[in-house]
């Protein structure tokens, strides 16, 4: 499995971004993933997870409501659309994927998220 994040940048308090994922082979449609971000110096933290194939979802309650997380199996790519970013929002963004069979935890690049106040 290889991921790889794009999409972030720099962006005013109450503004919007789409992050997106894109996966090797199959990976959205077989595989649950999820964003993570991390500030520096400070542990990588849950965002939001979507199962294989779209139907579930769960998102952090610091996020919740203004966050969507998607994937779209045809294009192997994941989403993340952030609404109302507020300056806590300031992280590296993650894209992960854990493949149970081997119990392997892959995770791709990261791309930074700014959000000015």
């Known amino acids: 499995v290889q991921l790889q994040a794009y999409g972030g940048g720099l962006v005013q308090a109450g503004g919007f971004l789409r992050l997106s994922c894109t996966g090797s082979g199959s990976t959205f449609s077989r595989y649950a993933s999820a964003w993570y971000r991390q500030v520096p110096g400070t542990q990588r933290e849950f965002v939001a997870s979507i199962s294989s194939g779209g139907y579930a979802t769960n998102y952090a309650d610091s996020v919740e409501g203004r966050f969507t997380i998607s994937n779209d199996v045809a294009k192997n790519t994941m989403y993340l659309q952030m609404n109302s970013l507020e300056p806590e929002g300031t992280a590296v963004y993650y894209c992960?994927?854990?493949?149970?069979?081997?119990?392997?935890?892959?995770w791709g690049q990261g791309t930074l998220v700014t959000v000015s106040s």
């Open positions: 992960y994927v854990f493949e149970p069979t081997l119990r392997q935890d892959y």
